[in-house]
């Protein structure tokens, strides 16, 4: 009978320091995850939207103008060379900016990020394809292939840069990040960009 009493006290002291640690420990883990700065930094360092597509650019002296001392010049000295190159962009935050806070509201969790813009571009070299038309005394260089290229970086960073479209879908794309991990949570994200 004393066993029986001794096993059941146990068990029952068991059982509390189970449900205790677990309740301790689950609003220990969320206060980390929810007001961890250096977490909620790091989380748009990493959510980023890649966008992949190709370039051209076309570089050349021909004339258009179709009179035969034109058309001859461009028989001799005609020199065009054409370069395509895939590349590949990575649109997201730059946490190096100090426009940023998180706030905890009840289940609200509201996050304010410097805005969205072009982080990285790298034309794949590896995958270049030319094209070049040259006049009996013309020949393409070097320097005109490391001239296209830089051109063609030149365009492809403006162009990224300045597209509006991919900057708000890469702010879709962070704002989504942060829902899908604080949502188990029990808690709503609002993501702000820009400059308050």
């Known amino acids: ?17 189970y449900f205790l640690g677990k309740k301790n420990g689950s609003s220990e883990t969320r206060t980390t995850i929810i007001e961890n700065i250096a977490s909620i ?12 597509g190709t370039c051209t650019v076309k570089l ?26 895939p590349y590949t962009a990575k649109f997201g935050v730059d946490m190096s ?3 940023f806070t998180a706030v905890i509201k009840d289940s609200t969790v509201n996050i304010h990020l410097p805005g969205c ?26 320097y005109d292939l490391t001239k296209a290229e830089k051109t063609l970086y030149q365009q492809v960073m403006q162009q990224l840069s300045a597209n509006t479209t991919l ?5 879709q794309y962070t704002g989504a990040v942060y829902t ?12 702000t960009f820009g400059k308050k």
């Open 1 to 17: 009978m004393k066993n029986w009493f001794f096993l059941l006290v146990f068990a029952s002291l068991l059982i509390a320091i």
């Open 41 to 52: 930094k790091q989380i748009a360092e990493l959510s980023t939207l890649e966008v992949k």
């Open 60 to 85: 050349s002296n021909a004339n258009q103008d179709g009179d035969w001392w034109n058309k001859m010049k461009d028989y001799l000295m005609e020199n065009t060379l054409q370069v395509t190159v």
């Open 97 to 99: 900016q100090p426009d």
């Open 117 to 142: 813009k072009l982080l990285s571009l790298q034309l794949r070299l590896d995958e270049l394809q030319t094209m070049n038309q040259t006049g009996i005394l013309a020949s393409t260089t070097i």
């Open 167 to 171: 900057i708000q879908q890469a702010q």
């Open 180 to 191: 899908k991990i604080y949502s188990p949570a029990g808690y709503h994200v609002v993501c």
